[in-house]
Every structure is written in C-alpha cells, then in structure tokens.
C-alpha cells in the first residue's frame, strides 16, 4: 500500500484560502489515482475531488466546484487541494486517498490507502 500524510490544515476566515498537500511514500505512486475526502462531525466521509495518473480525469463535488482545484506532481509523489473563497460548511477533517485502479469513484470503500486526516476550519 502507499502511504499518505497530508498537511496545510489550519484556521481560516469565510473568503479565505488554504492548500492542502498530501505526499505519498511507500509503494510506487505510479499508475494510481488520487482524492481529497472530508468528513464534518456526525456526517459521514464525501468526495471532494480526484485526480487521475496523468490528470486526464479530474472530479469534483458540485458544492466545490469553482472553488477548489485538484492537482499533482508524480516527480514529488504529491498531491494538492487548493480551496479558495472557504465557506463555513467546508469545515471537516480532509483526508487524501489513493486507489490503484486509475479511475474515480466517489465512494470512500473504493479507495485503498488513506492518509490520518488534516483539519480545516473556517470560521470568523
């Protein structure tokens, strides 16, 4: 399995900006698919966006759509989230997922490998 930690989380004001990172070790990064879920108290983990090998297919949940921005860099084994204009409701802990088969699906059980999660919250 490949192994994810991601980072960038932090406190952020309605507006503001953040960019999560998420760096893949272990197992080659080659050939797999990658995502961004989030999971708020009480709701259970959704798909934010996803990201094919070669960026070919990109997806994202209607609310972000606009918003947020899916990318990679397969010469570093990294992802990105770049979220901008935050809105209260995208408070959750946002989790980076890898899936070996190089499709997207919005469905958490497809996704193999996940990484422990890092907190945003946007709030005045």
């Known amino acids: 399995q490949v192994q994810l930690v991601e980072s960038g989380g932090g406190l952020v004001q309605p507006g503001g900006s953040l960019r999560l990172s998420c760096a893949a070790s272990?197992?080659?990064?080659?050939?797999?698919?990658m995502g961004w879920f989030r999971q708020a108290p009480g709701e259970e983990r959704e798909f934010v966006a996803g990201?094919?090998?070669?960026?070919?297919?990109?997806d994202y949940r209607d609310s972000v759509k606009g918003r947020f921005t899916v990318s990679r860099d397969n010469a570093k084994n990294t992802v990105y989230l770049q979220m901008n204009s935050l809105k209260s409701e995208d408070t959750a802990v946002y989790y980076c997922?890898?899936?070996?088969?190089?499709?997207?699906?919005?469905?958490?059980?497809?996704?193999?490998?996940w990484g422990q999660g890092t907190q945003v919250t946007v709030s005045s």
């Open positions: 997922a890898a899936k070996s088969h190089n499709t997207l699906s919005p469905k958490p059980a497809l996704w193999g490998s």
């Open positions: 272990g197992r080659t990064f080659s050939g797999y698919a």
């Open positions: 990201i094919s090998w070669l960026g070919r297919s990109i």
